[in-house]
């Protein structure tokens, strides 16, 4: 008999994951830490803000930490000093786990920096293997503990990173089995002192990454669920965070604290459905919108989604169609209730963009001229290597 792995649908994921409650984390870093030295990475301003930087310093004791300050939007020139720092900390110890607290790129800098236990230099690692697309899976590295402060980027139990080059106006991802971290530690009151801006931008960066897992070629049952209940929870909970924030208004603290754990929740589904499919089309497309006119990456990979969606609607299969109608089930039948016609999936999201997110879905605000640009960027990003993931792409380039 012969045998076949055609058709067979796989879901993987190893990272440990800790739910502590509001402001339990310490206690969970400690214990993931364990008897090792902890390389702690985190952002900036981290030191000057005191609370989170003190307590991380009175938890883990100035003789196991060594602190690393991660830029704001880290640049693989930056990576270079930073990779022989991390290096000469790690080099012949086995005794040492990064501890990295921030969003998403201070983890993906961790990430790549965990790659400073292995003999090969940063050069080589770069050049041969980021740039050259290679996965990075035996190298040996660093174990990485991921305590993300916003809810979005899914990097805690992602095995890739994002690599910008701001000079060449290029961005990598880099990606393999070395890259997994080894425990994610999530409590939503990291991110209770997130500007606005910052929150409503992670969240609209689950919400593409759910939408991104359902309409690809690497779909499976497990990452559909998670999708799914990713989805549901940005579009319940984002307008709430926003119209709660004490600093704009708000006064219904409970409503607040339930819906920042709701989109944290968000976010780790999100995050773990697509660590086995990828991203695909929106960010493909992001990318491009993210360097030449600067706009933050959750605004630049959520704008499109109600134009991909339409896109995926009008030609996909029926089964991500039943996915898309669970999704905005709830809006449909407020509609029906109140005796309105109900409206198609992509009017609702480009609603929610629009008036409860409060970003724009208009191309002129992303440097795009008008839809036959768009459909230009289209075309280039499904020749990108997550442009291939879209469930429609085969059929798109003929
Ligand atoms: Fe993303």
Redesign the pocket.
């Known amino acids: 008999m012969r045998l076949s792995s055609a058709g067979v649908k796989r879901f993987y994921n190893p990272v440990r994951l800790n739910f502590t409650e509001w402001g339990n984390w310490e206690t969970s870093i400690l214990e993931a830490v364990g008897n090792r030295k902890a390389l702690l990475m985190t952002y900036p301003q981290a030191e000057a803000s005191g609370g989170l930087f003190s307590n991380l310093r009175a938890v883990l004791g100035d003789d196991k930490m060594l602190w690393v300050a991660c830029p704001e939007l880290p640049d693989v020139n930056e990576h270079r000093g930073m990779h022989r720092r991390v290096r000469n900390f790690v080099r012949d110890r086995d005794d040492i786990v990064i501890v990295a607290v921030g969003g998403g790129s201070v983890i993906d800098l961790a990430k790549v920096m965990s790659l400073a236990r292995s003999q090969v230099d940063f050069e080589d690692i770069f050049t041969e293997r980021i740039a050259a697309g290679k996965h990075i899976d035996r190298l040996s590295h660093v174990p990485v503990v991921a305590v993300p402060t916003t809810a979005g980027t899914g990097s805690e139990v992602t095995p890739w990173a994002a690599v910008w080059d701001t000079q060449s106006k290029k961005k990598w991802s880099v990606q393999g089995r070395s890259l997994w971290p080894e425990r994610a530690i999530l409590d939503p009151s990291l991110s209770a002192s997130c500007p606005r801006e910052v929150t409503r931008n992670s969240a609209l ?1 689950a919400l ?2 759910s939408f991104e897992a359902i309409w690809n070629v690497n779909h499976n049952p497990v990452s559909d669920v998670l999708a799914v209940a990713a989805a549901k929870g940005v579009l319940r909970h984002l307008p709430t965070v926003i119209a709660q924030d004490p600093r704009d208004g708000g006064d219904d603290e409970k409503a607040l604290l339930l819906a920042r754990t709701g989109l944290s929740v968000a976010s780790l589904r999100a995050g773990l459905a697509f660590s086995n499919t990828e ?1 695909a089309l929106a ?1 493909a497309i992001s990318y491009r919108i993210t360097i030449e006119q600067g706009v933050k ?1 959750g605004a630049a ?1 959520s704008f499109s989604l109600p134009r991909v969606l339409r896109l995926a609607l009008e030609q996909a299969d029926p089964t991500r169609d039943a996915l898309f109608q669970e999704i905005f089930s709830d809006f449909m039948t407020a509609d029906k209730l109140a005796g309105r016609r109900p409206r198609e999936p992509y009017e609702y999201l480009e609603h929610f963009l629009n008036e409860d997110a409060g970003v724009s879905t208009a191309l002129e605000d992303y440097g795009i001229s008008g839809e036959v640009e768009f459909q230009e960027r289209i075309r280039q990003a499904l020749w990108h290597r997550r442009g291939r993931n879209f469930l429609l792409a085969a059929h798109l380039k003929r």
Request: negative net charge; aromatic residues 0%; charged residues 15%.
């Open positions: 960066d593409s990454h991203t960010h990456h990979c």
